[in-house]
């Protein structure tokens, strides 16, 4: 129904920025909010951020507010996340994913969402 596909993981330096984007396709994008994840080795699934399906208003976990800036393109089908001032501590595979935006259920919990992508891997060194 919906395929998520990531891209713009890297390694980078403690500082740096970087860009992710999550294309997607099958169904109507408007009709989704999206929100990003991420999973560090040996730790759960946790939240990044949201954005409602019209780009509206947007959640942010507390580790990531005033650095991390997720964004939505619906002519595009696709969502971003904007990452500035990267941490070691932000090192994870993140994931884009998908719900529809008329399932009322909290933005940050992995279960809310029906969709998911391949994950990007990003790397911090200090």
């Known amino acids: 129904q919906v395929q998520l596909v990531e891209s713009g993981g890297g390694l980078v330096q403690a500082g740096d920025s970087l860009r992710l984007s999550c294309a997607a396709s099958?169904?109507?994008?408007?009709?989704?909010?999206m929100g990003w994840f991420r999973q560090a080795p040996g730790k759960e699934r946790e939240f990044v951020a949201a954005?409602?399906?019209?780009?509206?208003?947007?959640y942010y976990a507390d580790s990531v507010k005033g650095r991390l800036i997720i964004s939505r393109d619906n002519a595009k089908n696709t969502v971003y996340l904007e990452m500035n001032r990267l941490k070691p501590e932000d090192t994870a595979v993140y994931y884009c994913?998908?719900?529809?935006?008329?399932?009322?259920?909290?933005?940050?919990?992995?279960?809310?969402?029906?969709?998911w992508g391949q994950g990007t891997q990003v790397t911090v060194s200090s």
């Open positions: 954005i409602r399906w019209s780009g509206s208003f947007t």
């Open positions: 099958g169904r109507t994008f408007s009709n989704f909010d």
């Open positions: 994913a998908a719900k529809m935006k008329y399932y009322s259920v909290s933005y940050n919990s992995p279960d809310s969402y029906a969709y």
